[in-house]
């Protein structure tokens, strides 16, 4: 019996000036399956998809739903023959209720609030979302926000559904629950399309897996057919080892302590409640939490960019409380910062690769003069190194891809030769090539005797490349943990909340920090008395 086709792309082309996104690409979308679309980044999945949902417009090709040709030139049109996109990045209003989000912006729907929030409750249960449509968003965890934006599009009549790496900062069990309502739409008739960079959750709730590269269709596997090791060698067009390391070093005293840490959010409540850890050189130290439960802030607060409240923040045994970025790259304290926002706060978007390169170091020198030869050579043996997708070293940062970027910007950290790296989602938005690409430079500056702070969302990545693992909840410390003695679950449930490092304790083989019954501050002392107290190191 034949498949039902939904959408069918044949011979889209898009370009941008000289770059051409997607060239000659084809594409068909059954109804009644979930389709994964992998591609490194600059392979063209999200221009793509832009065409599909309105966003952009193709130069040539045509596009079909249900079998008739399609124009789609705009968002409502997409809606129109019941296409709908889920973003990475919500765009939903803050004070709204989820209610009111669902319904903005359709034209001549009845202001009926308690229909609105019947015909809500009806898709959720339908498909096991759970939600209340008279909560405001800012009241929601990531999971609820984003539950607000799949029935947003369902509420508007959608059949095909397109979601941009849906899972980048849910839980393990929060996937799971987003998984079992996928297969519940699929199942219903549904067509849905994922583009993601974890190869485990496609293989998991995908039926196929379409590959482009470098803006070309490759070809389309059945999902039970193939392996991971397959499609990573369609996605970079060579074979290449999927391994992350766990690299043995002999670790040194505290390069960088935390005590009884304090600080508050830009709305003023407490984003980080009396929080104690110590990183030392040659250990990756992971953080692990929800969006939101205190990460960005504690980073911040790391790299001088955010106030401390109370509590201390020392680094080889003196005190960068109050000290500005600056005057602490002055004072020989090498706090390399990788910004979650790397366009915001990390790079300038309108300057090139080679003045980028310069931001750390253009004061360094004794003259009047900037040498940008030694760093547009920098830039250009980043370029090669990273593999970066760039016209030159003079190219716009702004004009490179998200991959492209957050290459630049890890790149450029790590060529400051630190001796503690703080780094906030650094393969965020990467291709699997590029993201192992980044853990083997954090496994060579740990062999180095670099200690680093990995904040990341990926539990399976953390478990393999962090040395123990600091869990957040709200802001709080839930426990500190062997990366190598924990389960993906068991964080989860810590990340969470419903249980703590004592709970936990008490469940058979599980392993913990030998230290971890301490309560932070005295684990901290324990560590400085066992290590020739780091506080009195000159």
Same mark, same amino acid.
């Given at each position: ?15 941008? &000036? ?11 979308? /059954? ?12 392979? &063209? ?26 124009? =789609? $030139? ?36 009845? /202001? ?38 799949? =029935?947003?599009?369902? /509420?508007?009549? !959608? ?13 393990? %069990? +929060? ?46 596997? #059945? ?15 060579? %074979? ?7 690299v043995k070093v002999e670790s040194t005293k505290p390069l960088l302590e935390i005590r009884d840490l304090v600080i508050r959010s830009d709305d003023g409540s407490k984003a980080i409640k009396n929080v104690s850890f110590y990183i030392r050189g040659g250990e990756i130290l992971g953080v692990a939490g929800i969006t939101g439960c205190g990460q960005k802030e504690l980073c911040e607060a790391i790299a001088g960019l955010r106030k401390v409240e109370s509590g201390f923040i020392m680094h080889k045994g003196e005190s960068i409380v109050g000290m500005p970025p600056k005057l602490i790259i002055e004072k020989g304290i090498s706090m390399s910062f990788i910004p979650e926002d790397r366009l915001g706060m990390g790079l300038a978007p309108s300057f090139s ?37 760039? @016209?030159?070293?003079?190219? @716009? ?6 991959? #492209? ?26 291709? =699997? ?5 980044? /853990?083997?430079?954090? #496994? ?24 123990? =693992? ?5 802001? +709080? ?5 062997? !990366? ?20 936990? %304790? ?9 230290? $971890? #019954? ?18 009195? +190191?000159?």
């Open positions: 019996m034949s498949k039902e086709i939904a959408l069918e792309l044949k011979n889209i082309t898009k370009s941008f &000036g000289r770059v051409v996104a997607n060239r000659n690409v084809n594409l068909t979308v /059954y109804k009644n399956e979930i389709l994964s679309l992998l591609g490194e980044n600059g392979s &063209g999945k999200t221009t793509l998809m832009n065409m599909i949902s309105g966003i952009y417009f193709p130069d040539e090709g045509e596009i079909f739903v249900d079998g008739k040709p399609a124009v =789609i $030139s705009s968002p409502k049109d997409a809606f129109g023959y019941g296409i709908g996109m889920i973003h990475q990045h919500f765009k939903l209003v803050d004070t709204f209720t989820a209610a009111q989000n669902i319904i903005l912006g359709i034209k001549n729907e009845k /202001y009926n609030i308690k229909l609105v929030n019947s015909r809500v409750r009806e898709i959720a249960e339908k498909y096991g979302f759970d939600i209340d449509p008279k909560k405001k968003i800012h009241e929601m965890s990531v999971s609820e926000k984003q539950t607000v934006e799949i =029935i947003k599009v369902l /509420y508007r009549g !959608a059949n095909i559904l397109i979601l941009d790496e849906p899972t980048a900062v849910l839980t393990p %069990q +929060e996937i799971e629950k987003l998984f079992a309502i996928l297969r519940k739409m699929r199942d219903d008739g549904k067509s849905i399309i994922i583009i993601t960079h974890k190869l485990n959750e496609v293989m998991e709730i995908s039926d196929r897996v379409s590959i482009l590269r470098k803006g070309e269709y490759i070809g389309t596997v #059945n999902t039970c057919e193939t392996t991971e090791k397959q499609l990573t060698e369609m996605m970079v067009g060579k %074979q290449i080892e999927l391994k992350i390391d766990r690769i080679t003045d980028n390169m310069m931001l750390k170091t253009y004061g360094e020198g004794k003259t009047p003069f900037v040498n940008r030869q030694a760093a547009r050579e920098k830039a250009q043996a980043l370029i090669e190194k990273l593999e970066i997708a760039t @016209p030159s070293t003079e190219t @716009p940062v702004r004009r490179l891809s998200g991959g #492209n970027v957050q290459k630049v910007l890890v790149g450029r950290e790590i060529d400051a030769n630190p001796n503690v790296i703080v780094t906030a989602y650094p393969v965020r938005g990467l291709d =699997i090539n590029s993201a192992y690409a980044i /853990y083997d430079i954090l #496994n060579e500056q740990k062999s180095k005797g670099v200690g680093i702070l990995f904040v990341g969302e990926d539990l399976d990545v953390m478990l393999a490349l962090c040395d123990k =693992i600091l869990v957040l909840c709200h802001g +709080e410390v839930m426990g500190i943990v062997h !990366a190598a003695k924990v389960t993906k679950d068991q964080l989860g449930l810590m990340m969470t909340g419903a249980v703590n490092l004592t709970e936990l %304790q008490k469940e058979k083989n599980f392993g913990i920090a030998k230290d $971890s #019954n301490l309560t932070e501050t005295e684990w901290l002392n324990a560590a400085n008395e066992q290590n020739g107290g780091a506080e009195n +190191e000159n």
